[in-house]
């Protein structure tokens, strides 16, 4: 999993269609989307191109995009050992590739491969970490094979673990874990790729995928007609012009979708704010500061007048709506508290300067800005520091960061994909240094806790032990903006950004 330090929303509605060439029959759903950069699954980074990988390839697992639990993809079941080591995933009987040949157990071993293989550049590598053999697989490069994912017979794969991790079929029900065929390479996807999702590439066009519902799947759609525009913005264009029918919202032009087309698609999104404390620097192993820190800065305010609605506040690291989410009662913004802190602090010696490092664009430097006037008024002397951008994902872990941005984007809609890769001690994307013992064994439980109430109660309290000691001022969670016409039906946006247009249809004018 992936830290991102400039989270950038990049999202991806219902018209005519055609069920042959040129017989328009209104089966076909519009959508525009920001181009994307491939069709590759392993590869998808960006909202779009997620969305585009999740029509045309199928996981072993799928999420349910109100609840976020899983319910069956290409694996039609599958069971879990006592200690969370060992699970096996049934192929569902029939599961076939969009040219008809079947998806076998070594398609799906040679996927998961793929992915993990040394310098496979996919985003999503990582989560393979706890698969046995995945240090000489996908590090050293000295193994052959990823000995942890077995292809039995009777259509059943075997994913042995070395660690326990029950948030695995979570991870897998991702885009980027499509399954494709074995032996294919980046040319397989440049212009028809053989896929094991409901749609195909019937036709590739600079500008426009034409895909086509695969005979014998279950969609209502006869197909998608996917226009590519350079940014949001061209494509929210294209909706208000009736080209296409459902389309993302750039952010200037939220609150008037709002109000001409309603929020039916304004949704939650798997992604979160904070400025963060460099622990690893000295001056802020003293939590008073941490905490007159967080209690200074009007975060509400933030949120609603500098990204204008953009963000929801939080009150816990885990995001609405999954389970496990803790609450901060002493997270709230007090300056009358943070006053009485710093002066604690002043008194037995001298406040230390708070450096806030940032993007240096226009948003950030207004959010920057805001942080320094909150601070100051509590009694801190506060230097701003602006980064490029295209630096700031290196300075971000650098250890040279003091009260940081970091964006985060989970890389699985579960409590574990917010706590653990952030908060448990040594973790790659642990940049802060935060490191409590406490936390780290409720996250181990948890990862080992088959229930799914008593995981969501360990996360809870893992949640509210890191918010405890102030590691982060949270900043707010992100939300997806789309429109659709009103013909579209059963279009259900998950909180990845992403919807299974296998299950939507086009009602009649």
Same mark, same amino acid.
């Given at each position: 999993m992936a830290v991102v330090v400039a989270v950038v929303l990049v999202s991806s509605a219902c018209s005519f269609v055609r069920g042959g060439d040129d017989v328009a029959d209104r089966r076909v759903l519009r959508i525009g989307v920001v181009r994307p950069a491939t069709l590759d699954p392993m590869a998808a980074r960006t909202i779009d191109e997620q969305l585009v990988a999740e029509q045309l390839f199928d996981s072993l697992v799928a999420l349910d995009p109100?609840?976020?639990?899983?319910?069956?993809?290409?694996?039609?079941?599958w069971t879990v050992s006592d200690d969370q080591l060992t699970w096996q995933f049934t192929l569902a009987s029939g599961a076939a590739f969009s040219d008809g040949r079947e998806v076998s157990t070594a398609d799906v071993k040679a996927t998961l491969e793929r992915i993990a293989k040394k310098d496979s550049g996919s985003p999503v590598a990582d989560l393979l970490e706890p698969v046995k053999g995945w240090k000489e697989f996908a590090v050293d490069g000295t193994a052959s094979e990823l000995v942890g994912v077995v292809a039995d017979s009777g259509g059943v794969v075997r994913i042995e673990l070395s660690t326990p991790w029950?948030?695995?079929p979570h991870a897998l029900a991702q885009p980027q874990f499509g399954i494709v065929p074995s032996g294919v390479t980046a040319a397989s996807f440049e212009d028809e790729p053989v896929g094991s999702g409901p749609f195909m590439v019937r036709k590739r066009e600079q500008n426009r995928l034409t895909l086509r519902r695969v005979e014998g799947r279950d969609a209502r759609l006869a197909g998608l007609d996917v226009r590519q525009y350079d940014d949001a913005t061209a494509a929210y264009e294209a909706f208000v012009d009736d080209r296409v029918?459902?389309?993302?919202?750039? !952010?200037?032009?939220?609150?008037?979708?709002?109000?001409? =087309?309603?929020?039916? =698609?304004?949704?939650? @999104?798997?992604?979160?704010?904070? @400025?963060a404390f460099n622990l690893r620097n000295p001056k802020w192993q003293d939590k008073r500061l941490r905490e007159a820190v967080v209690r200074a800065v009007d975060t509400a305010a933030i949120a609603e007048e500098v990204y204008r609605g953009d963000l929801r506040a939080m009150t816990s690291l885990v995001p609405a709506p999954l389970a496990g989410a803790g609450s901060c009662a002493a997270c709230g913004h007090d300056p009358e508290r943070a006053k009485a802190l710093v002066a604690? %602090? !002043?008194?037995?010696? +001298? $406040? *230390?300067?708070?450096?806030?490092?940032?993007?240096? &664009?226009?948003?950030?430097?207004? $959010?920057?800005?805001?942080?320094?006037?909150?601070?100051?008024? %509590?009694?801190?002397? %506060?230097?701003?520091?602006?980064?490029?951008?295209?630096? =700031?994902?290196?300075?971000? +872990?650098?250890?040279?960061?003091?009260?940081?941005?970091?964006g985060w984007v989970a890389a699985y809609p579960t409590a574990d994909a917010f706590v653990a890769p952030l908060f448990v001690s040594g973790a790659s994307n642990n940049l802060i240094g935060f490191a409590l013992s406490g936390v780290d064994e409720l996250v181990q439980r948890a990862r080992a806790t088959i229930d799914p109430a008593a995981r969501a109660e360990l996360y809870r309290q893992?949640?509210?032990?890191?918010?405890?000691?102030? *590691?982060?001022?949270?900043?707010?969670?992100?939300?997806?903006?789309?429109?659709?016409?009103?013909? $579209?039906? &059963?279009?259900?946006?998950?909180?990845?950004?992403?919807? &299974?247009?296998?299950?939507?249809?086009? !009602?009649?004018?």
């Open positions: 109100e609840t976020v639990e899983t319910e069956p993809g290409l694996a039609e079941s029950s948030s695995l029918d459902y389309a993302p919202v750039p !952010a200037d032009r939220v609150a008037e979708a709002a109000t001409r =087309y309603g929020r039916a =698609y304004f949704r939650p @999104y798997a992604a979160e704010l904070f @400025y604690e %602090v !002043a008194a037995a010696g +001298a $406040v *230390p300067e708070v450096a806030i490092d940032f993007e240096g &664009d226009r948003t950030q430097g207004e $959010v920057a800005k805001r942080l320094e006037a909150d601070l100051e008024a %509590v009694g801190f002397t %506060v230097n701003l520091r602006p980064k490029p951008l295209e630096d =700031y994902q290196r300075f971000a +872990a650098s250890g040279e960061q003091d009260l940081f941005r970091l893992a949640d509210e032990a890191i918010l405890g000691e102030f *590691p982060v001022l949270p900043i707010g969670q992100f939300q997806q903006f789309a429109v659709a016409v009103p013909r $579209v039906k &059963d279009l259900r946006l998950s909180i990845t950004g992403t919807f &299974d247009a296998s299950t939507v249809w086009l !009602a009649a004018d």
